[in-house]
Nanobody, 116 residues
Framework: QVQLVESGGGLVQPGGSLRLSCVSN????????MAWYRQVPGNKRELVAR???????YYSDLGKGRFTMSRDGIKNTSDLRMNDLKAEDTAVYYC??????????WGQGTQVTVSS
């Protein structure tokens, strides 16, 4: 069973930065793609960024131009660097991994709060 653990969330002022990290116990064969999502209570979980098995990165409009996702394809870890944070970025951020065979694994999430 693939396990993912996020860290790095917290309270930050508007305009500030945070770096979220995701570590996993997955092997190379377990993971085809990794992604970051976020969710606000009462809303659906939304894609923030994704790196596919071919290394191509996709950013949704949520963080395009402000967020940068990286991935270590050997260790199956990932970082999400977030700059110029806004109040609307407040959410629980989740790391996910998919194996390309229909299985998707999730971390427990890390809270990001942007407030002065």
């Amino acid at each position: 069973q693939v396990q993912l653990v996020e860290s790095g969330g917290g309270l930050v002022q508007p305009g500030g930065s945070l770096r979220l990290s995701c570590v996993s116990n997955a092997t190379i064969a377990d993971v085809a793609a990794m992604a970051w999502y976020r969710q606000v209570p009462g809303n659906k979980r939304e894609l923030v960024a994704r790196i596919n098995e071919d290394g191509i990165t996709y950013y949704s409009d949520l963080g395009k131009g402000r967020f940068t996702m990286s991935r270590d394809g050997i260790k199956n870890t990932s970082d999400l660097r977030m700059n110029d944070l806004k109040a609307e970025d407040t959410a629980v951020y989740y790391c996910s991994a998919s194996n390309g065979r229909g299985d998707v694994y999730w971390g427990q999430g890390t809270q990001v709060t942007v407030s002065s």
